[in-house]
């Protein structure tokens, strides 16, 4: 199975918001709804506000996994990383138990090692293949792939009997040939059109938090990503984050071999809202299994805080790529 991907290779420093927005620890990933949301800003400051339009009613649209990271091999072919499927498999009863307990920790698995994972065709890892959360044979150390630091900022009031605040952030750094990639699918030429309309602003905008002050930079490139998946089944694996259309759906994805997680996405509004919150909503975690052969749609919601004009929309979109897998 074949996919349009694109590579992130950060030019600046990156910071990514965790649930909590903690400033002091950043996410390795940035989430899909994340990625939709840039894309829209950037269309809006494009003077686009009807590309918007069509997309949340479903016209020249796309579909979009998170960001994960992908390690550049010294130029050589880029090992790229998945985020551990909620899939529970069985344990070799041979296989040493100290080691299976070791190997829990993984939360990322090389390509080849993940699409076997999904076959249902995995082994055992050898112990010298953990790399901190990264399970990899080809990646000598996860350092080699992102470093970080931790800096201290200011939060000056404005008014000037108040004491200036310090807070902590913590800067990504990718090594040369690293960075992020995601993968997409086109509903058309237009709608590719559209998309790297909007990345190529954001390489000089930035994504993730801090742009102001020049986080978040980034070169793209575009490539092919061969996968060697199940035909079909009746489970998939969600590479995006997912919200499902109807309770009706719901109810349909959930059986005995579901696995998931949920996450409350919300957040600040930008620019020049940017003292409100948006409104909140849950959505199934990358790495989810639901059941469906089918490729769902998601829900795109308007997370618009009742203070803001009807025409004002906040879209969050919970639009995901799934990937079957096989079960035991």
């Known amino acids: 199975m074949n996919f349009d991907l694109s590579r992130f290779h950060f030019t600046s420093p990156l910071h990514v918001a965790n649930a909590r927005a903690d400033y002091g620890q950043s996410q390795r990933m940035l ?15 494009l003077g686009e506000p009807g590309w918007i339009a069509d997309f949340v009613a479903g016209s020249h649209a796309f579909t979009l996994s998170s960001l994960f990271p992908f390690y550049g091999n010294a130029g050589g072919e880029p090992v790229y990383f998945f985020p551990k499927p909620y899939l529970q498999r069985r344990r070799d009863e041979s296989a040493d138990p100290g080691l299976a307990k070791k190997l829990k920790k993984a939360q990322w698995l090389e390509a080849d090692r ?16 953990l ?55 086109y509903d058309g030429d ?9 990345l190529r602003l954001l390489a000089d905008e930035g994504l993730g938090t801090d742009r102001a002050v020049g986080n978040g930079r980034f070169r793209l490139e575009t490539a092919t990503l061969a996968l060697d998946l199940p035909a079909e089944s009746t489970h998939a694996v969600a590479l995006s984050l997912y919200g499902p259309e109807t309770p009706d759906q719901l109810r349909e ?26 409104r909140s909503v849950y959505f199934f ?44």
């Not at 989430?31 to 400051?45: F, K, R, T």
């Not at 900022?153 to 800067?171: A, C, G, H, L, Q």
């Not at 237009?190 to 909007?198: F, S």
């Not at 059941?291 to 879209?315: C, F, M, N, Y």
Request: proline share 6%; aromatic share 10%.
């Open 31 to 45: 989430h899909s709804d994340a990625l939709y949301a840039a894309v829209m800003q950037a269309w809006a400051l």
């Open 114 to 129: 993940w699409a076997a994972f999904l076959r249902n065709e995995s082994t055992t890892p050898a112990e010298s293949d």
């Open 131 to 185: 790399r901190g959360t990264f399970l990899s044979a080809r990646l000598p150390d996860p350092e080699r792939l992102v470093a970080s630091d931790v800096v201290p900022r200011i939060v000056r009031p404005r008014d000037e009997r108040e004491d200036t605040r310090i807070f902590y952030t913590e800067r990504l750094y990718f090594s040369d040939d690293s960075g992020l990639f995601g993968l997409v699918r």
């Open 190 to 198: 237009e709608a590719h059109r559209r998309l790297h309309v909007a």
């Open 253 to 278: 994805f959930l059986d005995e071999h579901a696995g998931y997680e949920v996450v409350k996405r919300g957040g600040w509004l930008s620019e020049p809202h940017n003292t409100l919150r948006k």
């Open 285 to 328: 975690r990358e790495g989810s299994v639901l059941r469906t052969a089918a490729r769902p749609q998601g829900k795109t919601i308007d997370l618009r805080p009742d203070v803001l004009p009807a025409e004002h929309s906040v879209w969050r979109v919970g639009k995901a790529l799934f990937v079957p897998v096989t079960l035991s």
